[in-house]
């Protein structure tokens, strides 16, 4: 321990080894794919998606492919790995997304992730996907409870989930997550129970549990604004700190606040975004990043057709991240992770609160921690489940104390 931690009293708290540091591969670099298509819209959802569009796909296809092109003649990297989002990239044919995949150049191991929704997963789809080297899926699956389903306004139900399950892992995919929302009005806690159990049950490598959030410009949000029930916070909280258990109890180590997977089994390109990594980017609404640069694309599919087939990029504005923003940003997004920070001393106080209060724990450092402070101590602050549930508080507090200032 540095001669300065032990001046300031940093308390001599045994870190916890029982589970991998987290860290990128020193040639990690993501490539993301945005499909902006869905066959029906769902209430509580703000991406850049459109339910009325899916005469655009074949077009909106080509123009992936060649904006790639382009990407290529400068210098595209290969990629380590490959998301296909949305929206719901499950409405590609196999030919279609093959198209696309094909297209960008890949590390012979990349992790290939497409996200489907699990009434667009017929066995014929998955087998195609796989064939064109798809190797991860990830289900919206949000609930296995209909009337929470019904709430949330899905179109599918629990069979629809076994179904997709099943055909994912008779194409050969040996990789799935599945998507959980918590915090529906009116779904009780042993709903929630039954959501994580009935997934757990279905033995995916990777689960996700976000907590409903009202977002202002969609029909949930506007009915909440005039009076109608919204998720409330305590419940949420409680539903959280079940998943963890019950996650855990299962062997689900905890990488990210949403994010729960078996070991090894982290998603690799979430991984590039949180730990700092550079990502490129192809479709509409979509951000990259490199080297502390950042950027994004037209927001509708329509611009994106039309900047394309006119031989121009979809970029409709970018950034450099000047190093102190860009040191704080790394600072937050890593104490999301289970790869956690190394603060600095003039934060000290501030750490040694948040252990006592049982927010933050000691862990086993990753090499290379990026995040503020030097790295090398050989352990890392990161956040415990109650922690997690103020995570935006605890790193306000950090930062306001110098924690990721050089
Ligand atoms: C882009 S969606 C893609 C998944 C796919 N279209 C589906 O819904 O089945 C990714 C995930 O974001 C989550 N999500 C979307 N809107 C949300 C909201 N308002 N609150 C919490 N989670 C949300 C859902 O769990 C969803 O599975
Ligand atoms: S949650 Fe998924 S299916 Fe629903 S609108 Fe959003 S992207 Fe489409």
Redesign the pocket.
């Known amino acids: 321990m540095p001669d300065a931690e032990k001046d300031l009293g940093m308390p001599q708290v045994p870190v916890d080894d029982r589970v991998a540091p987290l860290a990128l591969s020193p040639d990690a670099f993501g490539t993301y794919v945005h499909i902006p298509f869905?066959s029906h819209r769902?209430d509580?959802?703000?991406?850049a998606?459109w339910a009325d569009r899916s005469h655009l796909i074949d077009g909106y296809v080509d123009a992936c492919v060649k904006d790639i092109e382009r990407q290529r003649s400068e210098g595209l990297r290969d990629a380590t790995s490959i998301f296909f989002?949305?929206?719901?990239p499950s409405l590609l044919s196999g030919a279609q997304l093959a198209r696309i995949l094909d297209a960008i150049p890949r590390t012979p191991t990349a992790e290939i992730t497409v996200?489907?929704?699990?009434d667009a997963a017929d066995a014929q789809r998955l087998d195609s996907y796989a064939q064109a080297g798809v190797n991860r899926l990830?289900?919206?699956v949000?609930s296995m409870e209909p009337r929470v389903l019904a709430a949330l306004g899905r179109t599918h139900n629990p069979e629809n989930v076994f179904a997709a399950v099943n055909n994912a892992r008779a194409a050969g995919i040996k990789r799935l997550n599945l998507?959980?929302?918590y915090g529906t009005p009116g779904e009780s806690i042993d709903d929630w129970r039954a959501s994580l159990e009935g997934v757990i049950a279905l033995a995916p490598e990777h689960i996700?549990a976000?907590?409903?959030?009202?977002?202002p410009a969609?029909p949930f949000g506007q009915r909440v604004a005039s009076g109608e029930e919204g998720p409330d916070d305590d419940r949420q909280a409680d539903s959280y700190l079940l998943a963890e258990g019950l996650l855990k109890a299962a062997g689900y180590n905890w990488y990210e606040i949403s994010n729960w997977s078996l070991a090894q089994e982290e998603c690799r390109h979430n991984l590039v975004y949180w730990l700092g990594g550079d990502f490129a980017t192809v479709g509409c609404a979509a951000h990259g990043h490199s080297d502390g640069r950042r950027w994004w694309n037209v927001r509708t599919p329509e611009k994106f057709i039309e900047r394309i087939e006119a031989g121009r990029d979809a970029i409709s504005g970018s950034e450099e991240i000047e190093a102190g923003l860009r040191l704080e940003e790394a600072f937050s997004l890593r104490l999301r992770t289970r790869a956690g920070v190394i603060p600095n001393e003039a934060a000290y106080s501030v750490v040694n609160d948040l252990i006592d209060g049982g927010l933050a724990k000691w862990a086993p450092s990753s090499a290379g921690v990026e995040g503020a402070g030097e790295s090398g101590s050989g352990r890392s602050l990161v956040l415990t489940p109650q922690g997690r549930l103020v995570a935006t508080d605890v790193t306000a507090r950090l930062l306001l104390a110098g924690a990721a200032v050089r």
């Open positions: 869905c769902c509580y959802c703000d991406f998606t989002g949305g929206g719901t996200e489907c929704n699990p990830s289900f919206g949000q998507d959980l929302i996700s976000y907590a409903l959030t009202v977002e969609t």
